[in-house]
């Protein structure tokens, strides 16, 4: 993709504005501009001009209109740890890092609900949580800002059960591109009055505002809570056993393929020692009553399925190591390939159509020179091939470009979608259209209304 | 409300073109007119100058194409059963009846999702799923069309269990202002690509285009089900059993408020013999050890509110007539006046001000003339006051209008909404001012983007 070369008139004129307004709180430091320039992603970095950290939804919102007055780019940031290079500032331009943006500002026990801004992790709110019994379910495995899990509608692992970003934000606290501040809506679990503002900034990736509060679900949490791991003799039986899990109504809270691949990676990065077959991770969330029931009904299906034996993680400790474990998927794929990087691919496909899909992708894969393991939240039919690559080495690259397409094209063709939780960013933007048609007009129309002169992160999701 | 004058220029020619691609399949008959320019609230009604009876997604963009070249007002129209004036001609223009679109197009059991026809009933729908083992939960009372659910974001009983169409509803086909035809997703059960047009038309209530078809998410049917009517020494007790039921995380799948005077003109109208008390009706769902765990957590909660004995009604049949005899209500306050219209409201609020934002209702009501019943649908927060009314008596208006007003001022000030499930229409554009603040300028943003000649269902929702 060409990069047209920066639109700031005046690069002077504009982080001196910045500095009268936030003194040290702007970074032009190359180290500074580099951590903000990249997320984890293969993708080249892009280097911002410059890096601010505002404190309050009125500082964004001055820094808004500042940029928005030089018709300078406004990237925000969160933690960087999106993948589909969200947060590179491809036409330079300055950054809002959401990073002191931290304070947990509101919580109810009583609604269930809290309000957060925008920097505060996930982790952060369940730490902050801990005593009140409630929790928040959405875990995409990084511990990633909340603002940055809205802005990409996040989901993970506990999707299955919970729902993705989409249906667990509540309200938003937004700065427009002409630093207006909105709120897109009051704390009612439902309501019909207009447009729906909120699922509009869930998964603009930064396109039509920063999003500076997040008022959240939360959930109590479950009385009886037991996670598992399930070998499988094939891969086509473990994702049986999944579609029959989830089309007999049983209320998983998490299940997690693993291929072969992923074991084995997973067993050497963590010192595990699980049979390195294709594998189920499990959880079960209910009273301890329904936790059997659910656990009785998986073990059938398992079982009929070629499934293995169930291993225990019980206790809150060895739960919270599965997870992590889980969660270290990645890097351990890339620990097999010591300096390279990942690229992770994330189709989302309806459930009848996952086995078939994976399969097909299994064929490919076994047909190239790549080291590429399988894993995902395949309960909601969402899988991901990580590919571990040089991305210096133009062979490598175009054969997971190659493979990728062909990924992508598969899922559409199924009926599914090109990314199920990662988000267009600026890797997916040519997918975007091959998904939606006549739709991404849709979405043009709608940013170029809220943001005419394309300041807010601008090269991502949509060419305008 | 000011009506201007019709806006279009040759309605002799704008019918003649719609006749030359419908023949008999419009009418200018002024039955048909009126009988599809109210809606069954107390809003006056207001014709218009044609209605259409499309029966393809195709014939409906050429209608639009035709009335978009005359900048004639489009309304959609599908069982007419919306109470805030959505379907009326307010400027009249051709109304487009999705009465002939009933096709059930496809059902996938292994998905568990649905597409239909936007003129296809939930009951319609119901039956044709009777022998799949699946449902469609979301139930408004009225036999509504998926699509006239879709576009008022409709909600109703079930809600508190399967969520609202927001959650429900997993693509849709839209015809836009200009003929285009856009689907706004595929079948994925999630996805992060782009900016979410499916939840930016569900709610749109017609003023962005014309919803032809709604792919819906179903469900299991529950192993058991039961329902069951619970009455209570106070209004208070009632509710605060709500509040805990929820707060504890008993998953009830119904769990419905009727006050003393809604309980009495339902035995009337139904001939039932119900304790004329404020009364909580109730439904659980789940595996038969599950509904038992959850009738008892709920049967402790209600005695220690004041609750009285369980009436149940277990058979598919009591369980109908249950739920029938909830969904009369609204037309058992009215039959307590006959000849007169109901004027329902529709506020909702956070769970933890329920209780108070009902209690200053019921003594608001206590001092007023007017019959207004209170029930609705607690589990969420939502509640509906049923004025009974005289539409013609200027002093029984104003009345409403007042009463109506300090509730929805009161709900706003509890960071509620103004309206749970009917939606905005025509009738409540000036709370969305009030709930939305800024937020109704991006909300006009986006209609000028999209409809910028205005002639989708003009208006309603937004003054452009």
Known sequence: MSVPSNRINSLTSLTGELRALLGDRVSTAAAVRAHHGK???YHAPHLPDAVTFP??????AAIVEICARHKAPIIPFGTGTSLEGHVMALHGGVTVALTNMKKIKRV??????????????????NEHLRDTGLFFPIDPGADASLGGMTATRASGTNAVRYGTMRENVLALKVVLPDGRIVETAHRARKS????????????????LGIVTEVTLRLYGIPEAISAAVCPFESIAGAVDAVILTIQSGIPVARVELMDAESMAALNRYAKLAYPEKPTLLLEFHGTPTGV???????????????????????????RAKLWQARHDAAYACMAMRPGKKVWPTDVCVPISRLAD?????????????LFAPVFGHVGDGNFHVTFVLDPDDAKEIAEVERLNERLVMRALAMDGTCTGEHGIG?????????EHGEGVQVMRAIKKAIDPDDIMNPGKVLRV
Chains 1, 2 share one sequence.
């Open 39 to 41: 997320d984890e992603s």
């Open 55 to 60: 404190e309050t939804t009125e500082e964004v």
């Open 108 to 125: 109810s026990a009583a609604d269930m609900d809290v309000t957060v801004e925008a920097g505060v992790t996930r982790k952060q709110l």
């Open 192 to 207: 019909a009055a207009g447009y729906d503002l909120t699922r509009l900034f869930v998964g603009s990736e930064g396109t």
């Open 292 to 318: 059997r029931e659910q656990v009785d009904q998986f073990r059938t299906i398992a079982s009929e399925n070629g499934g293995g034996d169930l291993k225990w993680a019980t206790s809150t400790e060895d």
């Open 357 to 369: 899909c994976i399969a097909e992708t299994k064929r490919d894969l076994d047909g190239s020179f």
């Open 426 to 434: 600026s890797g997916k933007m040519k997918f975007l259209v091959a």
